[in-house]
């Protein structure tokens, strides 16, 4: 594919990036590296991981991606391509910028079409840029004598210069342009700036956002500034507590947790994750040991934020936990049940945990320690049983009509559970701790759970699929001849470039039955070179609709075997069964022509030398087995 073409609108002031680069990148760059940093993947297969999409919803994983192909393809959704088209979904990236963004990463210089290799000026580009630099700046005012007061604010809540450090925490000064100054040193414009949401606009010009307050980087998952949250710190300023960076290209607080970057791996392994309230929070949890612990940005956690953590957890299973930390008060029960209405769309089981007293977990680690942490994690309860205590605890449940409201508050919380069995047994306990007939209790459960749906309920179970009808795996039919055509295609497209060369190229020029798989076969038939990364995906991609998605589906879906070695095995052996298949096709085509002709007629004895060489590849091909 031509560089220019690829790029799209992607010429930069530089030039177009040279193709012999864009290939060099994409070579170097492992795509379940960068995919990994995102959702957690498993091993699938030779030579195939696999993981919750990431774009789409969904309860069990559906996304493959295959390293040495440098290609993913989503089962569910029919998302598919390599590692330029992943982040440029993903990050709403150009061409370039994705480029660029992966050559920086491994160090690699791009050269550019009119010779330069110029300094990078896209637009999300140089926001991350100035997130970064103003990070770096925050950090270093941290040290200086203004920031005494940010100092101490830390040390009263337990944290030192190596947990500031550990975090990114920084200061800004309470002038209105020390960072439009220093980060204008570095080339930043005052409209980057504005873009970036680290200044504001008056009537002047722009000045800083944050002035005199506690800083804390807000990074991504894979760990880039994208924005910031500030603390109040001065008794004259009458901003609001907490200050975070604005809505922005690359910043999205629906989209944001504080602390994923450094708690994914550990969230990843253990498959749990605790969501606690702040920023002093996430510290304290993370020095007391509990380091899956992350935060919202100035916002309620809400669907977005789930969808996030379940790629991250893969709870494609339900084994894992989530466990929400609350305060006891009204703004934090209200947290609570509004967490619970979204919490369906976990796969984990739900838990809530309080501290003692009310206390949070910054204030509880200070008060009581590392280990008071750990044991409020540990003594959680499941969040069913918090929010049915949260919804009958305004009943008086010593008069009938008392326990009845009890019930029929507490009924729809039962009744939107989505396993059964558990469903049953929460009947059972409202009914004990209500002191009502479990008949009448269930009867109540039912008729709560025949309430009209509400928009967000029918969302949370799936909502209506209107996705267009495509050519799949599954629609295929299932027959030992399609069997063959799918699982040599497989084989081709994940293995052709360890096969022999001149068996590939016999087997890929025999027909297939059928259409969908024979328009896949034709295209690899056009591309006779199968020269290992990169091969397949270019083969995809001229793969022509509708069948492009069965192509991709053909080249993520696991191959059966335990190993390579066993996996070339059984290609190779596909691709002699496809080219045997095929002669002896020919060779019955052949006999049925040899009868509507003169045996001894010149066509008959072109006939039979053609059945003789079809006979002579025939046991050559059974003699290499």
């Given at each position: 594919?031509d560089?220019?073409?690829?790029?799209g609108g992607?010429?930069?002031m530089?030039g177009?990036?040279?193709?012999?680069?864009?290939?060099?990148?994409?070579?170097?760059?492992?795509i379940?590296?960068?995919?990994g940093?995102?959702?957690?993947?498993?091993?699938?297969?030779?030579?195939?991981?696999?993981?919750?999409?990431?774009?789409?919803d969904?309860?069990?994983?559906?996304f493959?991606?295959?390293?040495?192909?440098?290609?993913?393809?989503?089962?569910?959704?029919?998302?598919?391509?390599?590692?330029y088209?992943f982040?440029?979904?993903?990050?709403h990236?150009?061409?370039?910028?994705?480029?660029?963004?992966?050559?920086?990463r491994i160090?690699?210089?791009l050269?550019?079409?009119?010779g330069?290799?110029?300094?990078?000026?896209?637009?999300?580009?140089?926001?991350?840029?100035?997130?970064t630099?103003a990070?770096?700046?925050f950090r270093?005012?941290?040290a200086t004598?203004?920031?005494?007061?940010a100092r101490?604010?830390?040390?009263?809540?337990?944290?030192?210069a190596?947990?500031?450090?550990?975090?990114?925490?920084?200061?800004?000064?309470?002038?209105?342009?020390?960072?439009?100054?220093?980060?204008?040193?570095?080339g930043?414009?005052?409209?980057?700036l504005?873009?970036a949401?680290?200044?504001?606009q008056?009537?002047?010009?722009?000045?800083?956002?944050?002035?005199?307050?506690?800083?804390?980087?807000?990074?991504?998952?894979?760990?880039?500034?994208?924005?910031?949250?500030?603390?109040?710190?001065?008794?004259d300023d009458?901003?609001?507590?907490?200050?975070?960076?604005?809505?922005?290209?690359?910043?999205?607080?629906?989209?944001v947790l504080?602390?994923?970057?450094?708690?994914?791996?550990?969230i990843?392994?253990?498959?749990?994750?605790?969501?606690?309230e702040?920023?002093?929070?996430?510290?304290?949890?993370?020095?007391a040991?509990v380091?899956?612990?992350?935060?919202t940005?100035?916002?309620?956690?809400?669907?977005?934020?789930?969808?996030?953590?379940?790629r991250v957890?893969?709870?494609?299973?339900a084994?894992?936990?989530v466990?929400?930390?609350?305060?006891?008060?009204a703004?934090?029960?209200?947290?609570?049940?509004r967490?619970?209405?979204?919490?369906k769309?976990?796969n984990?089981?739900?838990y809530?945990?309080?501290?003692?007293?009310?206390?949070?977990?910054?204030?509880?680690?200070?008060?009581?320690?590392?280990?008071?942490v750990?044991?409020v994690?540990?003594?959680?309860?499941?969040?069913?049983?918090?929010?049915?205590?949260?919804?009958?605890?305004?009943?008086d449940?010593?008069?009938?009509?008392?326990?009845?409201?009890?019930?029929?508050?507490?009924?729809p919380v039962?009744?939107?559970?989505?396993?059964?069995?558990?469903?049953?047994e929460?009947?059972?306990?409202?009914?004990r701790r209500?002191g009502?007939?479990?008949?009448?209790?269930r009867?109540?459960?039912?008729?709560a759970g025949?309430a009209?749906?509400?928009?967000q309920?029918?969302?949370?179970?799936?909502g209506?699929?209107?996705?267009?009808?495509?050519?799949?795996l599954?629609?295929?039919?299932?027959?030992?001849?399609?069997a063959?055509?799918?699982?040599?295609?497989?084989a081709f497209?994940?293995?052709?470039?360890?096969?022999?060369?001149?068996?590939m190229?016999?087997?890929?020029a025999?027909?297939f039955?059928?259409?969908a798989?024979d328009?896949?076969?034709s295209?690899?038939?056009?591309?006779?070179?199968a020269?290992g990364?990169?091969?397949?995906?270019?083969?995809?991609?001229?793969?022509?609709?509708p069948f492009?998605s069965?192509?991709?589906?053909?080249?993520?879906?696991?191959?059966p075997?335990l190993?390579?070695?066993?996996?070339?095995?059984?290609a190779?052996?596909?691709?002699?069964?496809?080219?045997?298949?095929?002669?002896?096709?020919?060779?019955a085509?052949?006999?049925?022509?040899?009868q509507?002709?003169?045996?001894?007629?010149?066509?008959g004895?072109?006939?039979?030398?053609?059945?003789?060489?079809?006979?002579l590849?025939?046991r050559?091909?059974?003699?290499?087995?």
């Open positions: 594919m560089a220019a073409i690829a790029g992607a010429a930069l530089a177009l990036i040279r193709q012999a680069d864009v290939d060099e990148v994409k070579a170097r760059t492992d379940s590296d960068i995919i940093e995102r959702v957690a993947l498993k091993p699938a297969g030779v030579g195939s991981m696999k993981g919750l999409c990431p774009f789409h969904e309860r069990s994983p559906s493959n991606v295959r390293p040495q192909a440098g290609f993913y393809h989503c089962f569910g959704c029919g998302e598919s391509g390599d590692v088209s982040l440029r979904k993903m990050d990236l150009s061409f370039a910028e994705a480029v660029e963004r992966l050559a920086g160090g690699y210089t050269h550019y079409e009119d330069g290799t110029a300094a990078d000026t896209s637009g999300r580009t140089r926001l991350y840029a100035a997130n630099a990070a770096e700046w270093g005012r941290l004598p203004e920031a005494d007061i101490r604010f830390l040390g009263e809540r337990g944290f030192d190596g947990a500031a450090a550990h975090f990114g925490v920084g200061y800004a000064p309470q002038g209105w342009s020390g960072l439009v100054e220093a980060l204008g040193k570095q930043f414009t005052p409209e980057e504005l873009a949401g680290l200044v504001s008056g009537q002047r010009g722009v000045y800083d956002r944050f002035r005199g307050r506690a800083v804390w980087p807000i990074r991504d998952v894979t760990g880039q500034t994208i924005g910031f949250g500030a603390r109040r710190l001065h008794e009458q901003g609001p507590k907490y200050l975070n960076t604005p809505e922005t290209t690359i910043y999205r607080k629906a989209n504080y602390g994923l970057d450094l708690a994914k791996r550990d990843s392994r253990e498959h749990r994750v605790v969501v606690v702040g920023y002093t929070d996430v510290m304290a949890c993370h020095l040991g380091t899956t612990a992350i935060a940005c100035g916002t309620a956690f809400g669907a977005d934020h789930i969808t996030v953590l379940r957890m893969g709870d494609d299973t084994a894992g936990e466990v929400f930390t609350f305060d006891p008060d703004a934090g029960q209200k947290a609570a049940l967490a619970f209405a979204d919490a769309r976990f984990a089981q739900t809530v945990a309080t501290g003692p007293e009310g206390l949070d977990p910054c204030d509880l680690r200070l008060q009581r320690g590392d280990g008071a750990r044991s994690i540990e003594t959680k309860v499941p969040m069913v049983e918090f929010v049915l205590d949260q919804r009958m605890a305004p009943f449940r010593s008069t009938v009509e008392g326990r009845l409201g009890a019930l029929r508050a507490a009924a039962v009744s939107d559970l989505r396993d059964g069995l558990l469903q049953a929460y009947t059972r306990v409202l009914a209500l009502l007939d479990p008949t009448d209790v009867r109540e459960v039912e008729r025949r009209p749906a509400t928009p309920r029918r969302a949370a179970e799936g209506q699929d209107d996705r267009p009808v495509r050519v799949t599954a629609s295929l039919p299932r027959t030992p001849e399609i063959l055509e799918r699982d040599a295609l497989m497209l994940q293995f052709g470039h360890l096969l022999d060369r001149d068996l190229v016999q087997a890929v025999m027909p039955r059928h259409p798989l328009a896949v076969r295209t690899i038939a056009a591309h006779p070179d020269d990364r990169g091969w397949a995906t270019a083969v995809i991609d001229e793969i022509p609709e492009g069965l192509g991709a589906e053909l080249l993520a879906a696991d191959f075997a190993d390579d070695v066993r996996a070339v095995a059984a190779t052996s596909l691709a002699r069964r496809v080219v045997g298949r095929g002669l002896d096709r020919e060779k085509e052949l006999q049925g022509e040899l509507r002709v003169a045996p001894e007629s010149e066509a004895r072109a006939l039979r030398i053609r059945m003789r060489d079809l006979d590849r025939r050559a091909l059974d003699a290499e087995d």
